[in-house]
């Protein structure tokens, strides 16, 4: 079973800190498996990878839009966080899960990003944002090619066997070349603009036991990337999920779709717990004001965390 606890906005300092409370309660086998789901005041992030060459911002210019900067030990480089993204931490035991080769009663690290990669586009698809990896790059990206063609393709194109390797994805459907001239194929391979990215993930693991987690753009301020070289790539954008509707989403209806596929991609129950006390039946040493819902409100006072 796995608890999701909504967190409401958390900076990013406290974030760090309750995911190294739980995941050495996680270790001493004092709770289960947890998901946290929030959002953080704006933050840029420099993961163990990270290349000092991306963060493009001056400090002065990050001071001026209100941005922290922190470094920390999850894989990958440099990325943002911030409000309109739904930010997930799962707090996970990989002995619980076994790999998919039948063999090893342990996930994998890779396996595990493969798995929250596939949470993830499960998400998109179920809100019509067709979705996919891409070969050698971590995280989930949006599907142009499926746009002009159907979403229904796109879902066999993004659901690979568990098996699968990171640079093994398909690439979703094929116009026919039997249907088409080879001057028609041209002008809609023109069309089809270039993969964006929709979702970041960066994870740690110690003694079997992960932390940090995935970013999931959902109506965020995409101006905020042009402080950064997300990720480390350059030649690919960045989107959000109202970016490519048209409209903002739900934030709640966002999390219940997250929290559903997590159901569906590790086997498990998914059981929504009210607050950290509640799941812990004492406090974890960090005040918490329960919020309403999982974005505060930015009218009234958004801290919920001392």
């Known amino acids: ?22 995941a050495a309660l996680r270790k001493q086998e004092k709770i289960g498996d947890v998901l946290l ?21 001056s400090p002065e210019l990050l001071v001026q839009r209100g ?6 030990d999850r894989g990958g480089d440099v990325t943002f966080h911030g409000p309109g993204q739904i930010v997930g931490y799962p ?32 998400t998109c698809i179920d809100l019509a944002i067709p979705a996919k990896r891409v070969p050698g790059l971590t995280g989930v990206w949006t599907n142009p090619q499926s746009t002009t063609s159907q979403v229904g393709t796109a879902v066999s194109a993004v659901q690979p066997s568990e098996t699968s390797k990171p ?30 990215k929709l979702a970041a993930i960066g994870i740690h693991i110690s003694r079997f036991v992960t932390s940090h987690g995935f970013a999931l753009n959902v109506n965020t301020d995409l101006g905020f990337f042009t402080l950064i070289i997300p990720c480390g790539i350059a030649a690919k954008p960045v989107t959000s999920m109202q970016q490519q509707l048209g409209k903002p989403l ?10 559903r596929n997590f ?10 717990v ?19 819902e999982l974005r505060g409100l930015h009218k009234e006072n958004d801290t919920t965390w001392a």
């Open 1 to 22: 079973m796995i608890s999701v606890v909504q967190l409401g906005t958390v900076d990013y300092a406290t974030g760090l800190r309750l995911q190294q409370q739980l």
């Open 274 to 292: 009210e607050t950290l006390d509640v799941l812990l039946g004492r406090t974890v040493g960090v005040p918490m004001k329960p919020p309403a």
């Open 167 to 196: 640079d093994g994805d398909r690439e979703g459907h094929a116009f026919g070349r039997a249907e088409k001239s080879l001057s028609e194929e041209s002008t809609l391979a023109a069309a089809v603009p270039s993969e964006a």
């Open 67 to 72: 941005v922290e900067l922190f470094e920390c």
């Open 37 to 57: 789901l929030l959002e953080h005041k704006p933050v840029i992030t420099l993961g163990r990878n990270a290349k000092a060459v991306n963060l493009v911002a």
């Open 250 to 259: 739900d934030l709640n209806a966002v999390a219940e779709a997250i929290s």
């Open 91 to 122: 707090i996970f035991d990989l002995r619980g899960y076994a790999a998919p080769d039948g063999k090893r009663k342990t996930l994998g690290a890779v396996e595990f990003v493969r798995r929250l990669e596939e949470v993830l586009i499960r």
């Open 263 to 272: 159901g569906v991609v590790f086997s498990s129950q998914m059981l929504w």
